[in-house]
């Protein structure tokens, strides 16, 4: 059973690090689509460059957190963060398209508790 758990870890750690790569790429080379969402919620166009460093540091920990467990604990609490940081600026400016977001909210909960599950 515990083979199974860590499987499913690392299954979704990685996906949830693919994500956070491929929108922290978005945000690197200014992908129109993303800056229109950004600049909807209000985020200064002169700090997306920190909202990429977060994810990429996320991505990051979550992959090293499948070899030293209080790592991924670490980097799913701060994906959590960010994705309820993500979810409260939408809502703060009354934009309620908050479903990608709150999904990958949501997977960074499940990747913590997985994380937590095989520690």
């Known amino acids: 059973m515990e083979y199974v758990m860590f499987v499913a870890t690392a299954v979704l750690s990685a996906l949830l690090a693919a994500v956070l790569l491929l929108s922290a790429r978005g945000k690197l080379v200014r992908d129109p689509a993303?800056?229109?969402v950004l600049s909807r919620?209000?985020?200064?166009?002169e700090r997306i460059a920190l909202l990429a460093v977060a994810e990429i540091a996320g991505a990051a920990g979550l992959v090293l957190g499948l070899f030293w467990w209080p790592v991924g604990v670490a980097a799913a609490i701060g994906v959590i963060a960010y994705f309820v940081g993500a979810v409260g600026s939408h809502l703060r400016v009354r934009d309620f398209q908050i479903v990608p977001p709150a999904v990958l909210l949501l997977v960074g909960v499940a990747a913590l508790a997985l994380r937590l599950g095989t520690a």
């Open 34 to 36: 993303q800056l229109k």
């Open 41 to 45: 919620v209000g985020f200064p166009e």
